[in-house]
């Protein structure tokens, strides 16, 4: 296949290519994105095609963009915490949390994975967003004992139901045992890993982090020579999965103009903890919220893709609130999105009127996520 044109790309060092960059041009990448200061491999087929080969057998997904921030030193466990609400005593050594970051405002910063990789270490895998400069600052006034790096450790997503034949493959039966958020510190053919039991695509998968950046094509190779009897291929993000799956992304569905009761993260804040969030979320909760994120069902002719921009959301000629991510779903057969409205509009079976790039929508207010509501399949 075709390596990706890069005339096509504005010239320059300073956008980073991912260890796996010159891995993946042999399958013949169809477009990137730059996301973290970072080339991003958005597809390498048809979208829909890549969501059914997801959903039926097993992908590889270059997630190098998701930059590490590490923090360490004897007050590391301090300072992450004054970064989340949520509360990290409940995090073992060993584990994985989903937090979010957030400012004093209660505004969330980054929504990452935590790993707790010692008692005061943590790698947070960051969206695209200057959460790092956030922590620098952060700390510069903190008066903690704290170091804060961004590692190159290059995250590669396995991906879908075959995914655990493939991770046999590579490091063994005793892989098997790593539990849903857990992590294990391993090698493949004496390449250092860190794999976790995480993914972005709400279907059972593992992130694979590279600890020695210089073996990012061996490490390429290795897993799709293991996933060959299992038709592995790799592909970009899977937004139509994420969102049948109520996943949220960060810049596109919240920013730090939201906080997490508006999104319906009650369970990632313990308004308890030292977190430099807490007076604002306190008051938060007290006073309740004037808007959320809900689950909306928009009817008419399928969507072509993902939409570009974020639609307005009428109710009686009045603009009330936008639709920030919307997609077609194959399995379903509908329009599916979110969409923020005012709290007295979030009522399920509220209708809703979008202006959508494709022309006026009906849409509903539905039951979020739109399938596997308690998680069963990426746990099982």
């Known amino acids: 296949m075709a390596a990706f044109d890069m005339s096509l790309v504005q010239c320059g060092a300073r956008i980073r290519r991912s260890p796996y960059f010159e891995a993946e041009q042999r399958h013949g990448p169809k477009g990137y994105t730059v996301y973290n200061h970072m080339l991003f491999p958005i597809r390498f087929d048809d979208l829909e095609a890549e969501y059914w080969h997801l959903l039926e057998h097993v992908t590889l997904w270059d997630v190098a963009v998701e930059r590490c921030l590490e923090i360490s030193g004897p007050d590391g466990f301090a300072f992450t915490q004054l970064l989340t609400p949520r509360d990290l005593n409940a995090c073992a050594v060993g584990q994985a949390k989903y937090v979010l970051v957030c400012a004093p405002d209660g505004g969330i910063l980054n929504d990452p994975v935590l790993t707790r990789m010692d008692e005061n270490r943590f790698w947070l895998a960051l969206a695209s967003s200057d959460a790092l400069l956030y922590a620098k600052g952060l700390a510069a006034n903190a008066g903690l004992d704290v170091e804060l790096r ?16 493939v991770v046999r493959a590579l490091f063994g039966d005793e892989i098997l045992e790593l539990r849903y958020y857990f992590f294990a510190e391993t090698e ?23 600890c020695d950046p210089s073996r990012g094509t061996d490490l390429w190779e290795l897993i799709l020579e293991a996933g060959r ?13 994420r969102i049948e799956g109520g996943i949220f992304n960060w810049g596109a569905d ?63 000629g009045a603009q009330v609130g936008k639709v920030t991510s919307a997609v077609y779903s194959p399995r ?38 739109f399938l596997d509501p308690e998680k069963a399949i990426p746990v099982s």
């Open 254 to 316: 919240m920013t730090y103009e939201n906080n997490p009761f508006e999104l319906g993260f009650d369970r990632l804040v313990d308004l308890d903890v030292p977190c430099v969030a807490r007076d604002a979320l306190n008051r938060i909760a007290a006073e309740g919220v004037r808007r959320r994120l809900v689950g909306v069902q928009l009817e008419g002719e399928r969507f072509p893709c993902l939409n570009f921009t974020k639609w307005p959301v009428f109710v009686d």
């Open 150 to 165: 961004e590692l190159d450790v290059a995250p590669l997503q396995i991906q879908g139901p075959k995914s655990k034949d």
């Open 229 to 241: 009897p299992h038709e592995i291929r790799p592909t970009g993000p899977c937004d139509i999965r």
């Open 188 to 210: 493949v053919e004496g390449i250092p890993v860190v794999v976790t039991r995480t993914g972005w695509t709400s279907e059972v998968g593992y992130e694979v982090y590279l």
């Open 332 to 369: 379903l057969e509908k329009n599916i999105g979110y969409a923020w409205v005012p709290v007295e509009l979030a009522e399920l079976d509220t209708e809703l009127q979008v202006e959508s790039e494709w022309g006026p929508r009906t849409a509903m207010v539905v039951e979020m996520p």
